[in-house]
């Protein structure tokens, strides 16, 4: 996985080579989207811009979310009602935790994931061609805060 400035410096070249405006304002989405593990939603992207941007507009942001999506440059993670959220460091299906009491999200590694996909391919004869893994529980950090309660 590449690391913040290196990702950052990937996704604005890709951009470059489709001709696409490099504004100050899309430049601080791609930072906090390439920098960001919370996989922020399109409106905590937002408040984030807006603090050093504030006449941006949330219309901004969904079109640079929409443009990367359909590039393959961010993942997108539906959550029916509780919205999307975006992860611009890794934008290929891997595991997710999510904490059900913060809805904090995090990226465990876990190397045998593609082992994984080749055997059910094997066993079922799929051609797999992505895939999502979503681990449901209490985060370290809201356990202790139901021990204090």
Do not use: W
Not at 29 to 40: G, Q, R
Not at 46 to 53: H, N, Q, R, S
């Amino acid at each position: 996985m590449p690391d913040s400035p290196a990702r950052l410096d990937e996704l604005t070249a890709k951009l470059k080579a489709r001709r696409c405006r490099l504004t100050p304002q899309r430049i601080a989405i791609l930072k906090i989207l390439t920098a960001s593990s919370d996989h922020p939603s399109v409106e905590q992207v937002y408040e984030a811009v807006k603090a050093d941007f504030p006449t941006t507009s949330l219309a901004t942001v969904y079109k640079t979310v929409t443009m990367l999506k359909e590039m393959g440059e961010i993942l997108e993670l539906g959550f029916g009602n509780d919205g999307n959220r975006y992860d611009g460091k890794k934008p290929y299906p891997h595991p997710h935790l999510v904490c059900v009491k913060c809805n904090k999200i995090i990226d465990p590694e876990v190397v045998a994931l593609g082992d994984l996909s080749r055997q059910i391919a094997r066993m079922t004869g799929f051609h797999i061609t992505g895939h999502r893994l979503d681990f449901y529980g209490i985060c370290p950090q809201c356990q202790e805060k139901g021990k204090e309660s």
